[in-house]
């Protein structure tokens, strides 16, 4: 797969990963909307915590996850008890505390305590991250369509100029796949102003040199803003996939 085509399908799943996560966030804020409309109160007290291991880190050791056990009384006087849906380190709750508890009648081993940890934390993270994969995203998406309708316009509209060939050069600002991409640079000596104006091709993922056999390039320009150009590449073959 070439690298424009990898580059293309970062972004579709950046933000096919960004909709979904968002959709999933939407529909966990409305299930605990729901559930608090239902939902009975109670005071309850931490009777236990479970200690989880988590995720081993760098350095091979694992940090601990606590999962908060609560013992309530429903509105009925009956005795329950549930696991918090939710762990943390270090523990939000300790034992002997007493805390709110929320839950619906009949099914009182899907009780929540009454924090924004335990109602709202996950919706908030994972609505983030899905805001954010769905920026970058779409943002990518954006700047490829946006690119290819500036260059459109300026081989229609510019007016083309012949700038001197210089070099080809990697760009290094852009790294995929551990490859740099090339590019051509070219210049022109404005004859109104005589101000030398350097051009940059867009970005060639194969080294275009063997292909090079003349000195002038034709450069699209925009005659009220040089610095918008497009450096006329259609010349170079055309990468396999």
Same mark, same amino acid.
């Given at each position: 797969?070439?690298?424009?085509?990898?580059?293309?399908?970062i972004?579709?799943?950046?933000?096919?990963?960004?909709?979904?996560?968002?959709?999933?966030?939407?529909?966990?804020?409305?299930?605990?909307?729901?559930?608090?409309?239902?939902?009975?109160?109670?005071?309850?007290?931490?009777?236990?915590?479970?200690?989880?291991?988590?995720?081993?880190?760098?350095?091979?050791?694992?940090?601990?996850?606590?999962?908060?056990?609560?013992?309530?009384?429903?509105?009925?006087?009956?005795?329950?008890?549930?696991?918090?849906?939710?762990?943390?380190?270090?523990?939000?709750?300790r034992?002997?505390?007493?805390?709110?508890?929320?839950?619906?009648?009949?099914?009182?081993?899907?009780a929540?305590?009454?924090?924004?940890?335990?109602l709202?934390?996950?919706?908030?993270?994972?609505?983030?991250?899905?805001?954010?994969?769905?920026?970058?995203?779409?943002?990518?998406?954006?700047?490829?369509?946006?690119?290819k309708?500036?260059?459109?316009?300026?081989?229609?509209?510019?007016?083309?100029i012949?700038?001197?060939f210089?070099?080809?050069?990697?760009?290094t600002?852009?790294?995929?796949?551990?490859?740099?991409?090339?590019?051509?640079?070219?210049?022109?000596?404005?004859?109104?102003t *005589?101000? /030398?104006? %350097? #051009?940059?091709?867009? &970005?060639?993922?194969?080294?275009?040199?063997p292909? $090079? =056999?003349? *000195?002038? /390039?034709? %450069? #699209?320009?925009?005659? &009220?803003?040089?610095?918008?150009?497009?450096?006329? $590449? =259609?010349?170079?073959?055309?990468?396999?996939?």
């Amino acid at each position: 797969m070439s690298s424009i085509k990898i580059l293309r399908f970062i972004a579709y799943l950046f933000t096919f990963i960004g909709i979904l996560g968002l959709i999933g966030t939407g529909f966990g804020y409305f299930s605990t909307k729901d559930f608090l409309s239902q939902a009975s109160h109670a005071e309850g007290t931490v009777i236990n915590l479970i200690e989880k291991s988590s995720s081993s880190n760098s350095g091979g050791t694992s940090t601990p996850l606590y999962t908060p056990v609560v013992r309530f009384k429903t509105i009925q006087g009956e005795e329950r008890q549930f696991t918090s849906s939710v762990s943390s380190y270090p523990p939000a709750h300790r034992v002997g505390e007493k805390v709110f508890v929320l839950y619906i009648p009949g099914h009182e081993e899907d009780a929540k305590i009454n924090t924004f940890r335990s109602l709202w934390l996950l919706h908030f993270i994972f609505g983030g991250l899905g805001l954010v994969f769905s920026i970058i995203g779409i943002s990518l998406l954006t700047a490829g369509f946006l690119k290819k309708s500036k260059e459109k316009k300026l081989r229609n509209h510019g007016v083309p100029i012949q700038a001197e060939f210089q070099r080809v050069e990697r760009n290094t600002g852009i790294t995929i796949n551990g490859r740099n991409p090339f590019r051509l640079i070219a210049q022109w000596q404005d004859p109104a102003t *005589s101000k /030398l104006h %350097v #051009f940059e091709s867009a &970005n060639i993922w194969f080294d275009p040199t063997p292909f $090079i =056999s003349k *000195s002038q /390039l034709t %450069v #699209f320009i925009d005659p &009220n803003n040089p610095r918008r150009y497009h450096l006329d $590449i =259609s010349f170079l073959p055309e990468l396999a996939d």
